[in-house]
C-alpha cells in the first residue's frame, strides 16, 4: 500500500487542516485528534484556504486543485457547503475580510466568487448559467497574487490587489476594479511566483514583499511601489534545491496526448479525415473515436514509465512567503520555501526591512530537513513553552532522503517505534536565539501525522500517487522552456543540449517541436545538408528553413547570371529572403552576408 504525501496545510486557531491527494483531513490543533475527512474532490488538490467570520466565529475552508472544483467545507466536520467548477486551473486562491473568494488562474486571469454559491434553479440549461466574468487579466500565466486593504493614513485610499506573472511583472491594480492598473512594481528578472503583504505601522510604511526565481527577497514600498531593500537568498537556498524539473516526456509524431497522460495513434477514419473529439475548455487534446474495423483493435498505448525521465538543471523558485510577528517586533520576520527545497529560512525583519536606528541587523537561519518540503503552515497551539512560533511541515517522504553531498541535513523526527519518516513535523522559532529549530514528534502528534496522509491500494494507486515532479512540484516546470538558452543544457534530448553544439539547431531547442528518441533533421551547413539527427521542428523553425533554401537559390542566381540580369531572374519569394537575411546582417554587428542589393 503506498502513501500519498500532505500537498497543503492550513490552520484556524482551533483546527488544522491538510490536504492529501484528493482527501481533505480537519484536526483539532489542541489534542490532534483526526475530527473528519472529506473526498469531495476528484483531482489533486492544490490550494487550500481557512477563513473565520469575524461576526458569527463560524470557520470555513476552501479548497481547488486539478479538477477545477472550486468546494466550500465547513469546520470542523468538512461538510461540503458548496461546489462549483471554475473556468481554469487555480494557480491563486486568497479571501478577502468579507469572505469572498479572490481566484488567480493558469491563464493569468482574476475571478471573485461569493462564499456562499448562488442557487441554480432547478432545470436551468448549462447556457443559461452565467458565466463569471474576471476582474482583471495577465497575457502571462499567473502565479501568485496578494490582496492589498486601503491605508488612507500611508496614502492608500483604495483597495488594492498586487498580481505576478511568469514574465517577471508584479502589477498593482485597483480592487474589485482590476482593469484600473495603478503602479507597477519593478525590480524582477524572473519569474515572480509569492507575494506578501506587510502592514504598514505609525513607524514604517506598507511594503510588498515579491519573490520567485530572482536571486533576492524584493521588498517594494507602497503606494509608490518603489524598491526599498533586497534580499539575498540564491546563496543560501541553493546547496538545499533537491528536486530538480523534468524535461516533459516527448510525444512521437502521428501521436497524440490524452487527458489522462497516456499517448494514443491518431486514426483517420475510413473514407475521411479524423475528426477530434471535442476537447476541454483548455484545449486538450483527444483521439477520435475509430469506426468499422478499427473499432475492434484496441489503441495503441505507451507507457510513459518507459521513457527515461530528463532532469533539467536546478533552479530556485520561492513558492511561499509567511509573516512571523510586526514588522516592528525585534524577533519578527518572513519564512522562505523555495520549491523542492529541503530547507526553511528565517530572514528576520532587521535584516530585510530598511532601518534608519543603530539596531544590529538579525541573521537569517535555516532548518534543513532530510526531505524536500511540500508546504508548511503556522501551528494554532505551541507545543514548547520556549518556541516565539511553531510551524507544521509537510515533508515529501516518498523521495529518498538527500544524499551526503549536500550540507548535512537536519533529520526529520520519525514516529516512535518506525523507522520511516514523519509525513508532517514540527518546527519552532525559538524565543531566545530567534533560530529556527526542530521539535521532537510526540506519541500523540505522530498518530494526527501519519493520518495526515491517503493511503491508496493497487488498484487506484495511478489516482493516489504522485504521477511525476510536475504533481507537486509546479512552479518548477516553469523555470525551463523551448525558447530558453538553457533548455536542455544538461539533458541532451532529441540533439538538443551540450551534443547539439555546432550541428546547426537554434540554440537551446528554439524552435524544436517535441524532440524524441527517433530524433531528426539538422540543419548542418546549409539548406539540403542533413546530419544525424531526424527532428519535428515547428512552423518558426520550418520557415526558417525556407527562407534559407530560397536564399541560397538566389546567391546561385546571381553568380551565375551577375548584375540586372540576375536580380530580374530572382522570384518575389527570393527577392524577400534576400531582403531578410540582408536586414538580418545589418543588426548584427559584425555580420557578413554575401550578395547583392535586391531591388
Known amino acids: 500500500m503506498s502513501v500519498h504525501p500532505v500537498q497543503c496545510i492550513a490552520a484556524t486557531l482551533e483546527h488544522v487542516v491538510t490536504a492529501s491527494s484528493s482527501r481533505l483531513c480537519a484536526f483539532d490543533a489542541a489534542t490532534t485528534a483526526l475530527i473528519a475527512t472529506s473526498e469531495a474532490h476528484k483531482g489533486l488538490v492544490r490550494l487550500v484556504a481557512p477563513f473565520t467570520n469575524p461576526a458569527t466565529g463560524k470557520s470555513v475552508v476552501v479548497s481547488t486543485g486539478e479538477d477545477k472544483l472550486l468546494v466550500v467545507h465547513s469546520l470542523p466536520d468538512l461538510a461540503v457547503l458548496s461546489s462549483r467548477e471554475i473556468p481554469k486551473r487555480a494557480n491563486a486562491l486568497e479571501l478577502t475580510a468579507q469572505g469572498d473568494i479572490v481566484v488567480g488562474d493558469k491563464f493569468g486571469d482574476v475571478y471573485i466568487f461569493p462564499l456562499e454559491a448562488p442557487v441554480i434553479p432547478a432545470g436551468t440549461k448549462p447556457a443559461d448559467i452565467p458565466k463569471p466574468q474576471p476582474i482583471l487579466g495577465h497575457v502571462s500565466m499567473l502565479n501568485t497574487l496578494a490582496l492589498v486593504p486601503a491605508d488612507p493614513a500611508h496614502g492608500l485610499e483604495r483597495d488594492w490587489i498586487a498580481t505576478g506573472d511568469r514574465d517577471e511583472h508584479v502589477r498593482l491594480s485597483r480592487f474589485p476594479q482590476g482593469h484600473v492598473i495603478e503602479k507597477y512594481a519593478f525590480g524582477s528578472k524572473h519569474l515572480v511566483s509569492s507575494l506578501l503583504y506587510l502592514a504598514g505601522t505609525p513607524s514604517t510604511p506598507p511594503y510588498l514583499l515579491s519573490a520567485g526565481a530572482d536571486p533576492t527577497l524584493q521588498l517594494f514600498a507602497l503606494p509608490s511601489a518603489s524598491l526599498a531593500a533586497q534580499f539575498p537568498l540564491q546563496d543560501l537556498l541553493e546547496p538545499y534545491l533537491a528536486v530538480a524539473p523534468e524535461m516533459p516526456t516527448p510525444v512521437p509524431a502521428g501521436k497524440k496526448k490524452d487527458k489522462r497522460g497516456t499517448r494514443t495513434t491518431a486514426r483517420k477514419r475510413k473514407g475521411g479525415a479524423a475528426t477530434a473529439a471535442a476537447a476541454d475548455s483548455e484545449g486538450a487534446d483527444s483521439t477520435p473515436a475509430p469506426e468499422g474495423d478499427e473499432a475492434a483493435e484496441p489503441a495503441e498505448q505507451e507507457d510513459p514509465s518507459t521513457h527515461e525521465r530528463r532532469l533539467l538543471p536546478k533552479g530556485l523558485a520561492v513558492i511561499k512567503l509567511v509573516q512571523v510577528g510586526a514588522t516592528t517586533d525585534a524577533q519578527g520576520g518572513i519564512m522562505v520555501l523555495a520549491a523542492g527545497s529541503s530547507a526553511l529560512l528565517f530572514v528576520p525583519f532587521t535584516a530585510l526591512l530598511p532601518s534608519s536606528t543603530s539596531t544590529p541587523a538579525g541573521k537569517a537561519s535555516l532548518l534543513a530537513f532530510a526531505h524536500p518540503i511540500l508546504d508548511f503552515a503556522p501551528a494554532p497551539i505551541p507545543q514548547s513553552a520556549s518556541s516565539a512560533t511553531e510551524f507544521l511541515v509537510a515533508l515529501d517522504t516518498t523521495r529518498p532522503a538527500t544524499s551526503a553531498a549536500t550540507p548535512a541535513p537536519a533529520p526529520a523526527p520519525a514516529t516512535p517505534g518506525d523507522d520511516a519518516p514523519t509525513p508532517v513535523v514540527r518546527a519552532a522559532l525559538d524565543r531566545e536565539s530567534g533560530q529556527l529549530v526542530a521539535l521532537a514528534t510526540l506519541t500523540t502528534h505522530a498518530v494526527f501525522l501519519s493520518s495526515a496522509c491517503a493511503s491508496s491500494s493497487a488498484s487506484d494507486k495511478q489516482q ?31 540533439g538538443v543540449g551540450p551534443a547539439s553544439a555546432g550541428n546547426g539547431l537554434p540554440k537551446g531547442g528554439r524552435g524544436i517541436k517535441r524532440p524524441h528518441e527517433a530524433a531528426a533533421v539538422a540543419v548542418a551547413g546549409g539548406p539540403g545538408e542533413v546530419g544525424g539527427f531526424d527532428s519535428s521542428r515547428g512552423k518558426r523553425a520550418s520557415g526558417r528553413a525556407e527562407t534559407l533554401r530560397r536564399y541560397e537559390e538566389a546567391k546561385r542566381k546571381l553568380a551565375q547570371e551577375g548584375g540586372a540580369q540576375g ?33
Open 567 to 599: 536580380a530580374n531572374a530572382l522570384t518575389e519569394g527570393e527577392k524577400a529572403a534576400v531582403k531578410e537575411m540582408e536586414d538580418e546582417a545589418r543588426r548584427d554587428a559584425g555580420a557578413e552576408m554575401e550578395g547583392a542589393e535586391v531591388a
Open 464 to 494: 493516489q500517487a504522485p504521477s511525476s515532479t510536475a504533481s507537486l512540484y509546479p512552479v518548477l516546470s516553469l523555470l525551463h522552456h523551448p525558447g530558453d538558452d538553457d533548455f536542455g543544457d544538461d539533458a541532451d534530448v532529441g
